[in-house]
């Protein structure tokens, strides 16, 4: 799993942002080694620890969503994401955990805009594209999430989600699954 780092806080120095974002990160490490091994409410434990001790850590609210997402907290993933975002507003995986979630919870229009975001923040990414792509099609447009999944493919996601894509899309041109011989 990539972790993308928040932005920097312009308002600092860049050695006082850099220390300031090792210690969030170090405050994180046993969480997310916690997460990696799929230990999720073990990590919520900690999470929750590190957001006492530091309520400004994005990391902690970005993992806090992971691992509610993880065990099917949907809202509560949401309102960690959202918490995370207002901390740094350019976190990337926030953004696209986000619009998943709202995706999940019937909020397609919002899901939609998120995705939207992230691609706006950074063209081509991958994760955002099958965001927006499947946001799409949770909306029953289908265009635009062919449009959307087929640059996610061409962007070599991993195999398992790479699969799931194409027969979504074949599902969506009539096509028979891939592998259907």
Do not use: C
Request: charge should be negative; aromatic fraction near 8%; charged fraction near 25%.
């Amino acid at each position: 799993m990539s972790i993308p780092p928040p932005p920097p806080d312009e308002s600092q120095s860049p050695e006082s942002r850099d220390a300031r974002d090792a210690a969030q990160w170090s405050a994180v490490e046993e969480a997310t080694e916690l997460v990696h091994e799929e230990r999720f409410r073990d990590a919520l434990v900690e999470l929750r620890r590190v957001i006492e001790a530091e309520p400004k850590n994005p990391y902690a609210y970005y993992f806090l969503g992971i691992a509610l997402f993880e065990i099917g907290e949907l809202e509560a993933a949401r309102d960690a994401y959202q918490a995370t975002l207002k901390l740094a507003p350019t976190y990337l995986g926030a953004r696209v955990g986000l619009a998943h979630v709202l995706r999940m919870t019937g909020d397609v229009r919002g899901a939609i805009r998120e995705g939207l975001a992230a691609l706006s923040q950074s063209p081509g990414d991958g994760d955002a594209l099958h965001a927006v792509g499947v946001a799409y099609h949770a909306r029953g447009d289908e265009a635009a999430a062919i449009k959307y999944l087929e640059a996610f493919l061409e962007t070599n996601p991993e195999l398992e989600v790479a699969f799931e894509a194409r027969v979504l899309l074949a599902a969506m041109k009539g096509e028979p699954p891939p592998g259907d011989d």
